[in-house]
């Protein structure tokens, strides 16, 4: 982004290095790995983002927030920050001039916490100064009287406690009933599991640029996923009509869930329109890490019935999800649980019962594989109990009960889209075993704990585990799921317009494909995204490529049907006889041959299109309907490496088969394939937030930590199953969220392997892998 409409002052950004591309692009189109335009940007990271944008006259906005997870604001004193040199504006709840509720999904949530406290690190006040150490300083002099009130920080306390917020404690009850409640099997088994608190720990934190219009608006430059919902929430705040405010979204620095953090984007908004200013916020990755939504915490009760022979006769399940002190995206993540907490198995009878309470803990929301994570490591440890008390092999158990096309889920939906599970499944089981480590110190950082881990080989243990996971694309439960595309040509160049934001997931790298497969124009821009287009909706759930993908398409053949209409009535010739490829049109025959830019002949060729999936419906009082439009599976056999005396774990290879409709970037699909199945080996080993009494300790990258690439095991793709989804544009399904819900189940199945021990923890503690002491 280099500039600005008139209205505003011009932004700017360091430039992107230009020069030769040191890779030859391969042949143009879907079903190849055509590279990504900003590739050498980003790894040569001149790449501008929100952090890097500049304007004149700038302030830089700091943000105080609350020290304690549950307190009644007595009073705040701005006064001390105010009369500070260099500093231009305090705000406060007092300042908010519309709605001081927001929210993506519900909107209760303040903008400044007004009269209570409900989480460490809520937003009480806002500075903008000359300089960032002086906002930051300034906020540190506000002060403010607290009476610290007892937090409630266990979900299964919300229940009896005193009311956290007007809307109560409960934001939603799902009691789903399927079948006959009064069936038993031959074969009971009972667990208890616990899900951690995951972040999505983006590499860029929070960031932003607001900039005041003449006419009274702003314009906010961040690195949003769903730019009108953030500009409709930002309007409501600031007491604006919609067109008075223009999202302008920059470069997206990793997003595995919402971006942006709302408590950061609004009072920066705020203190723009206060000052007249241009007013710039860096978060910091404490910032970070209080501000923005976490994985829902999880507790679930299970119990499985099953015949003698394994096949699932019910089953039972009690989830509780932790959603914090806001709604957010609660509701939509406590309906997969519940929908998908059976698994991708045929259930008769089932009775799964779903909560999502308020707690003082941190805010819980969006995050890749929302609700299907929770469950999947729940319901796979239950299949391994079932597998161990009938004494069959755990793969086996699993293949006599997969879920197959035409089937139905526990919500009474039938599963109409390509469900290969079976074939999934026994092509890891199939896949070749990798080979065991040999004792030698060359093979040394090969062993659990690496070559300066205190073990010994003697006492580590392989284990093999398995994991099937499933997970709904797109919104449920009636959301209306619709994207907008405009697709323009002039002479041999094509621009694609398009609101539907690039957060890693590949979707500029699609458009150009869509259009160059369409129309056989090599040269493809992708415009960059703002809210004066019409909206695409969030970057979630494959959402992009199905209908974002699937309005470019539409308005692609549009535009080739402008551009072969006036040849097929020369020739006389339908245009279905007319082929385009490599810029050229030819006939059928052979008679007709010219490029697209002669047939152009100077002219402007544009359409717009929409794409809208087929609707949902809501789950009713007994969580029955249906409310997904589509669906994607995933099998995953791990392989583990455990040392039985200290408790540690190597992952040594994930083998994973996925059912993807239609691979239309090889490159791209195995890209986000592996980078679902590291995150899901955070999620098993290493990654959660930690809290005492709601206070978050230690919320940074030493504290939190990641995986890395020592880290990350090898990662076998055995399968991709591509079996078109005849409803989706293009046949494909969504790919990235589905290995992130599968592997930690695998990965903890594997640790039950090595050690004999139930692990019914995620992440997975040390203690849970540690045998009994060798003889």
């Not at 040191?22 to 189109?29: A, I, N, S, V």
């Not at 616990?194 to 003449?214: C, F, H, S």
């Amino acid at each position: 982004m280099t500039g600005m409409a008139d209205s505003a002052a011009a932004v700017t950004a360091p430039p992107a290095a230009n020069g030769p591309a040191p890779f030859e692009q391969p042949p143009h189109g879907l079903g190849v790995s055509l590279l990504p335009t900003d590739l050498i940007a980003k790894a040569e990271g001149t790449f501008p983002y929100a952090s890097d944008l500049w304007a004149e006259g700038l302030l830089w906005a700091a943000i105080l927030r609350s020290p304690h997870p549950h307190a009644r604001i007595v009073s705040i004193d701005t006064s001390a920050a105010a009369e500070m040199p260099g500093v231009r504006a305090v705000v406060t709840h007092h300042d908010v001039p519309g709605d001081a509720g927001h929210g993506r999904r519900v909107a209760d949530r303040p903008v400044f916490a007004k009269e209570i406290v409900r989480h460490h690190g809520e937003p009480i006040a806002a500075i903008a100064a000359d300089h960032p150490d002086t906002a930051r300083l300034a906020a540190a002099a506000i002060a403010v009287e607290y009476e610290v009130l007892e937090p409630v920080t266990d979900p299964e306390k919300a229940f009896a406690a005193e009311p956290l917020h007007p809307d109560g404690n409960v934001i939603r009850h799902i009691p789903l009933s399927y079948g006959d409640q009064d069936a038993v099997g031959e074969v009971i088994v009972e667990g208890l599991y616990r899900i951690g608190r995951q972040d999505p720990a983006p590499i860029g934190a929070e960031a932003g640029l607001a900039v005041p219009r003449p006419d009274g608006g702003v314009e906010i430059y961040t690195a949003s996923t769903d730019p009108h919902a953030d500009r409709d929430l930002a309007a409501a705040c600031y007491g604006l009509e919609p067109e008075r405010v223009k999202v302008v979204v920059t470069g997206v620095p990793g997003a595995t869930a919402d971006r942006e953090d709302p408590g950061m984007q609004l009072p920066l908004g705020l203190l723009a329109l206060r000052t007249g200013c241009p007013v710039k916020l860096a978060a910091t990755r404490e910032e970070s890490f209080l501000g923005h939504p976490h994985r829902h915490p999880a507790l679930l009760r299970y119990r499985h019935h099953a015949d003698a022979e394994g096949k699932l006769v019910k089953v039972e399940a009690q989830i509780l999800l932790d959603a914090g002190a806001y709604a957010d995206s609660s509701s939509e993540t406590l309906a997969a649980a519940v929908a998908f907490g059976a698994g991708p198995y045929v259930v008769p009878h089932a009775f799964i019962e779903g909560w999502a309470v308020r707690t003082n803990n941190p805010p819980s929301g969006h995050l890749r594989g929302e609700g299907a994570l929770q469950v999947c490591a729940a319901y796979e440890g239950q299949m391994d109990k079932l597998a161990a008390k009938l004494g069959i092999d755990p793969a086996e158990l699993r293949l006599r009960n997969v879920l197959a096309t035409g089937d139905l889920l526990p919500t009474g939906q039938t599963v109409t889209c390509p469900a290969p599970v079976a074939e999934l499944l026994r092509a890891v089981r199939d896949a070749p075993l990798p080979a065991l480590p040999k004792d030698g110190p060359e093979e040394d950082w090969l062993l659990p704990g690496g070559p300066e881990g205190a073990g010994e080989p003697s006492a580590v243990r392989r284990g093999v585990g398995y994991a099937l996971g499933m997970v709904h694309m797109l919104g449920a439960e009636g959301a209306d799921e619709v994207s907008t595309a405009t697709v323009k040509v002039s002479g041999s160049v094509a621009t694609v317009i398009c609101a539907a934001v690039e957060t890693g997931q590949g979707f500029t790298t699609l458009a150009r494909q869509i259009v160059q497969e369409t129309l056989g124009i090599e040269e493809v821009h992708v415009a960059s995204v703002d809210t004066d287009q019409p909206p695409a909706g969030p970057a979630a759930r494959g959402r992009h490529t199905w209908v974002s993908g699937g309005a470019v398409e539409r308005a692609a053949k549009m535009v080739r049907t402008q551009l072969l209409q006036p040849l097929a009535h020369t020739f006389g010739m339908s245009t279905e006889l007319l082929a385009i490829a490599d810029g050229r049109i030819t006939s059928y025959d052979g008679v007709l041959s010219t490029t697209v830019a002669e047939a152009l002949d100077g002219k402007e060729l544009w359409a717009t299109a929409q794409c809208r999936p087929h609707p949902t419906e809501p789950l009713d009082e007994t969580g029955q309907g249906d409310a997904f439009v589509g669906l994607a599976f995933c099998a995953v056999r791990a392989v583990v490496d455990v040392d039985i005396e200290l408790g540690a774990v190597r992952v040594v290879e994930m083998s994973v088969a996925q059912d993807v409709g239609r691979v239309l970037n090889p490159g791209q699909l195995r890209a986000r394939i592996e980078a679902g199945v590291t995150q899901g080996v955070g999620a098993a080993l290493m990654e959660n937030l930690r809290t005492s009494r709601g206070v978050v300790r230690r919320p940074d990258l030493t504290g939190y930590p990641l995986p890395t690439a020592l880290d990350a095991p090898d990662i076998r793709i055995v399968k991709l199953v591509e079996e078109r989804d005849v409803v989706a544009p293009f046949g494909a399904k969504s790919v990235s969220a589905v290995p992130v819900v599968t592997s930690p189940a695998a990965v903890a199945a594997a640790v039950r392997a090595a050690t004999g021990r139930p692990v019914s923890r995620l992440p997975i503690r040390p203690q849970a892998a540690v045998s009994a002491p060798r003889q």
